[in-house]
């Protein structure tokens, strides 16, 4: 698999929150990177291929996600919920930097989707 190249991002000077989770998304990216490279180099003809298949659909998710966040940060929008554009709060950031959205619009989200199949 090709690496993807490094996005240039700028951070916002003076809030080191901010620094901190752009250094904590850009971590959990590489770590992605090397983890769909790895995968990928397994043979994919074992019986665990099935697994290989769930571990590179997970790891190109997280990096969509990951890199998702990065651009909202390059965009001046990082911290705002994608819904409703109010601020999600920081602990919701703390423990998930990549967090496009505020609890109540993520759990109604969440319902929308359960209401469907049911």
């Not at 951070?11 to 959990?28: G, K």
């Not at 554009?85 to 989200?109: G, S």
């Amino acid at each position: 698999m090709a690496t993807m190249p490094l996005p240039a991002y700028d951070s916002a000077p003076d809030d080191d929150r901010h620094r901190e989770r752009r250094e904590q998304l850009l971590d959990a990216r590489m770590f992605r990177l090397e983890q769909l490279a790895a995968v990928d180099r397994e043979p994919a003809e074992t019986p665990q291929d099935s697994v290989q298949r769930a571990l590179h659909m997970a790891a190109t998710t997280a990096l969509a996600e990951i890199d998702a966040a990065l651009d909202r940060m390059d965009r001046g929008v990082y911290g705002k919920c994608g819904t409703c554009a109010r601020p999600i709060p920081e602990d919701r950031l703390d423990v998930l930097p990549m967090a496009p959205q505020c609890m109540p619009c993520h759990y109604n989200e969440q319902n929308c989707r359960l209401d469907r199949r049911v």
